[in-house]
């Protein structure tokens, strides 16, 4: 597979390849709690999270079903709002955004990938792909961007020829053409195989490396932990454990 570079290739990394300082936090998390009311009864998802992410980073969020790693997610991507704190993307503040301004965040700097691929099934790779394309500001091409998850080939095959392992493929794909500058991955392996799996993993750390993007995992699988700079636990709405690797594995050296 060919390299795709952009502005922002080794963007998160001095030219030594070490990550950035502290003061570079791109995401600034500060006493974030989200409680949902259901009736009389409060589920507390979150609380009292404080966490900073930077450029460039690879983060795996690790913990058990519940323990509200998506609800995390859904607050780092503008899809859901805390109900105490604030959180800061550089200089937009997305506690206090209307919901048109979490939309514009959400177009411009931000990816997602779903443990289900969310295809549309009457359109090829290339036209899924290009839908996102179409609305971003300085795209890859969609062809481009599927030569960098290895489905180039595929391009003009619909959803229903494609196998689970592909169509998680194209999914990143058109996650990653509109250039996000964080690619946040709710169970991305969760519905594979163990050799689609790793195949998955692969992409995923070869556009961390090749776009500089921002990516946050979250599993439940504590071996991808080891192709990770930081590794966050969260239990029961709070983060018990942040550890950082001294180096990250690659997908091919990690087993479970």
């Given at each position: 597979m060919t390299s795709i570079a952009s502005d922002k290739d080794k963007a998160g990394?001095?030219?030594?390849?070490?990550?950035?300082?502290?003061?570079?936090?791109?995401?600034?998390?500060?006493?974030?709690?989200?409680?949902?009311?259901?009736?009389?009864?409060e589920l507390h998802a979150l609380r009292e999270v404080n966490l900073d992410l930077y450029r460039g980073e690879f983060v795996v969020l690790l913990g058990a079903s519940g323990s509200g790693k998506s609800t995390l997610l859904n607050i780092l991507g503008g899809l859901d709002r805390p109900t105490?704190?604030?959180?800061?993307?550089?200089?937009?503040?997305?506690?206090?955004?209307?919901?048109?301004?979490?939309?514009?965040?959400?177009?411009?700097?931000?990816?997602?990938?779903?443990?289900?691929?969310?295809?549309?099934?009457?359109?090829?790779?290339?036209?899924?792909?290009?839908?996102?394309?179409?609305?971003?500001?300085?795209?890859?091409?969609p062809a481009d961007a599927l030569a960098l998850v290895g489905m180039g080939e595929r391009c003009h095959h619909f959803p229903s020829q494609l196998s689970g392992g592909e169509q998680q493929r194209v999914a990143i794909a058109r996650a990653v053409a509109k250039r996000p500058d964080v690619?946040?991955?709710?169970?991305?392996?969760?519905?594979?195989?163990?050799?689609?799996?790793?195949?998955?993993?692969?992409?995923?750390?070869?556009?961390?490396?090749?776009?500089?993007?921002?990516?946050?995992?979250?599993?439940?699988?504590?071996a991808i932990a080891a192709m990770a700079d930081r590794v966050i636990r969260i239990s029961s709405g709070r983060i018990v454990e942040i550890r950082r690797n001294t180096t990250r594995a690659s997908p091919a050296e990690i087993s479970w």
């Open positions: 990394h001095d030219q030594a390849g070490a990550p950035l300082t502290e003061a570079e936090a791109v995401f600034q998390v500060h006493g974030v709690s989200k409680i949902y009311r259901i009736g009389e009864v105490l704190g604030d959180v800061h993307y550089l200089d937009h503040d997305l506690t206090a955004a209307s919901d048109e301004e979490l939309t514009r965040f959400r177009r411009e700097h931000v990816g997602f990938v779903f443990q289900f691929y969310n295809l549309i099934p009457s359109l090829t790779a290339l036209e899924n792909v290009a839908l996102v394309t179409e609305i971003a500001a300085n795209p890859l091409a690619l946040l991955c709710d169970e991305p392996t969760g519905a594979l195989d163990y050799a689609t799996g790793k195949m998955v993993l692969e992409v995923l750390e070869r556009v961390n490396r090749e776009l500089g993007t921002i990516t946050v995992v979250i599993t439940h699988n504590a």
